[in-house]
């Protein structure tokens, strides 16, 4: 397995083009995940890697199993990752880098998207994993109750309400948290219909430094997915 840091392996990929690294760093099983698409496979990330080319990176944050970057002093990304017995198996990226680099997924009908939404949008509390650190429930609360209760005034952002206005029905979800030091992490999703009722399911990150919120939510990804065909849950 591979003694590399998270943020030192990304370093080597981007820079160095040393993609002979994700035969140590990733699981033969590893998939990956954006907001379009989901990797299966290690030689199927490696071959996405390649697509990349060489790139200068610079890493902004680094909390071991979470790392924020910025490419070409362009575009900036989050990569999470889940790793057994040393190797990356899942890993999840969050870029804003503006232009979508693959197709979506085609995915068939998941039953009902809005059942319940009301009473969780309106609670005080966020429903949370249950591996979720607990100081982070504050936060997590606070911004529940602004992003899924649409208290606007408890997070003051120009995303939030642009995103609500692309999707009425929002209804946002914590996956994990990383806390290390005074560096909180958030990842999480959102998932709903666009005004002409198509389906929309992003992954979203946020970093919190202090005072300071990095927020990452890919906006090329949102853009695909509008222009999709209606997917008919009819069965006719």
Same mark, same amino acid.
């Given at each position: 397995? /591979? =003694?590399?840091?998270? +943020? ?8 160095? %083009? ?6 140590? /760093? #990733? ?34 944050? =680094? ?9 070409d002093?362009?575009?900036?990304? #989050? ?18 880098? *503006?232009? +979508? ?9 998941? !039953? ?19 591996? $979720? ?7 997590? =609360? ?9 208290? $606007? ?8 309400? %642009? ?7 929002? #209804?946002?979800? $914590? ?5 290390? !030091?005074?560096?909180?992490?958030l ?5 709903? #219909?666009? +005004? *002409?009722?198509?389906?929309i ?6 970093? $919190?430094?202090? =005072? ?9 990804? &949102? ?6 065909? &209606? ?6």
């Amino acid at each position: 397995m /591979s =003694d590399l840091s998270l +943020a030192a392996l990304e370093t080597a990929l981007r820079q160095d %083009c040393a993609y002979g690294l994700l035969g140590e /760093s #990733h699981a033969h099983r590893a998939v990956r995940e954006d907001s379009l698409t989901l990797i299966k496979g290690r030689d199927a990330i490696v071959a996405a890697w390649v697509g990349e080319g060489r790139q200068q990176v610079a890493i902004d944050a =680094d909390l071991g199993a979470m790392i924020a970057y910025q490419v070409d002093g362009a575009w900036h990304g #989050h990569r999470w990752v889940w790793r057994e017995d040393g190797r990356i198996l899942r890993e999840v990226v969050v870029e804003n880098r *503006g232009v +979508a680099q693959s197709p979506p997924a085609v995915h068939p009908p998941l !039953g009902e998207l809005n059942a319940g939404r009301g009473q969780y949008a309106t609670a005080e509390a966020a429903l949370l994993p249950a591996d $979720f650190p607990e100081s982070v429930r504050p936060l997590a =609360d606070r911004l529940h109750r602004a992003w899924n209760g649409r208290a $606007f005034d408890l997070y003051g952002s120009d995303w939030l309400p %642009c995103l609500i206005r692309l999707i009425p029905d929002a #209804h946002f979800q $914590f996956e994990r948290a990383i806390v290390l !030091g005074d560096n909180i992490a958030l990842l999480w999703r959102v998932m709903g #219909h666009d +005004a *002409g009722g198509q389906r929309i399911r992003l992954i979203g990150s946020s970093l $919190f430094q202090g =005072d300071m919120d990095q927020t990452l939510l890919d906006w090329a990804a &949102l853009a695909v997915q509008q222009q999709q065909p &209606l997917i008919d849950y009819s069965g006719g």
